[in-house]
T-cell receptor, first 116, second 116 residues
Framework: DAGVIQSPRHEVTEMGQEVTLRCKPI?????LFWYRQTMMRGLELLIY????????DSGMPEDRFSAKMPNASFSTLKIQPSEPRDSAVYFC??????????????FGEGSWLTVV | AQTVTQSQPEMSVQEAETVTLSCTYD???????LFWYKQPPSRQMILVIR??????QNATENRFSVNFQKAAKSFSLKISDSQLGDAAMYFC?????????????FGTGTRLQVFP
């Protein structure tokens, strides 16, 4: 089975530019998560969706960040305008809502963002 | 609020030997899940093992096993017959079993080095 697929894997952009990160969750998974990993703050949850509906976006740092999930197989995380402090690895993850799945969250390979 | 503590920033082990990584957590909840994730240099987050708090039996996955002490709020990972490919960052993570609290809380990680 295909895992969580993220794109781009690496992106370098200039401050002020818009950045869009994309994610395809594992087929059949009804929860989707966006995490960010930095040296200073470690791994932190930004937002998560259940059945395409945002449930908790309290981790989204500020209005420059937005996330959407237009359908069950696609989500985007957008940063506009980007700033150097947004440089991080952004992970998308998903899990099934079925108890038999063991409530395990599976991560994508991450998108490594550098804002210069 | 729940917290996860990994008190060993770095550990090292000789190939074929056994190593134990420590993790403690703080929670007032009785039902939750615990995970160990491995992050190699590629940055991908890979699930190693998971434990449901209601299960008394320690989880085992091949060379990986846990020592889950619920009363002590301790969740250590034992790697037996260590291999060079085990070298990575290891993160302990906690997730509440309450509905609509779908957030992994991570420790700061332990970097494991494996020497030939």
């Amino acid at each position: 089975d295909a895992g969580v697929i993220q794109s781009p894997r690496h992106e370098v952009t200039e401050m002020g530019q818009e950045v869009t990160l994309r994610c395809k969750p594992i087929s059949g998974h009804d929860y989707l998560f966006w995490y960010r990993q930095t040296m200073m703050r470690g791994l932190e949850l930004l937002i998560y969706f259940n059945n395409n509906v945002p449930i908790d976006d309290s981790g989204m740092p500020e209005d420059r960040f937005s996330a959407k999930m237009p359908n069950a197989s696609f989500s985007t995380l957008k940063i506009q305008p980007s700033e150097p402090r947004d440089s991080a690895v952004y992970f998308c993850a998903s899990r099934s809502g079925r108890a038999i799945s063991g409530n395990t969250i599976y991560f994508g390979e991450g998108s490594w963002l550098t804002v210069v | 609020a729940q917290t996860v503590t990994q008190s060993q920033p770095e550990m090292s082990v000789q190939e074929a030997e056994t190593v134990t990584l420590s993790c403690t957590y703080d929670t007032s909840e009785s039902d939750y899940y615990l995970f160990w994730y491995k992050q190699p240099p590629s940055r991908q987050m890979i699930l190693v093992i998971r434990q449901e708090a209601y299960k008394q039996q320690n989880a085992t996955e091949n060379r990986f096993s846990v020592n889950f002490q619920k009363a002590a709020k301790s969740f250590s990972l034992k790697i037996s017959d260590s291999q060079l490919g085990d070298a990575a960052m290891y993160f302990c993570a906690y997730r509440s079993a309450r509905l609509n609290t779908d957030k992994l809380i991570f420790g700061t990680g332990t970097r494991l080095q494996v020497f030939p």
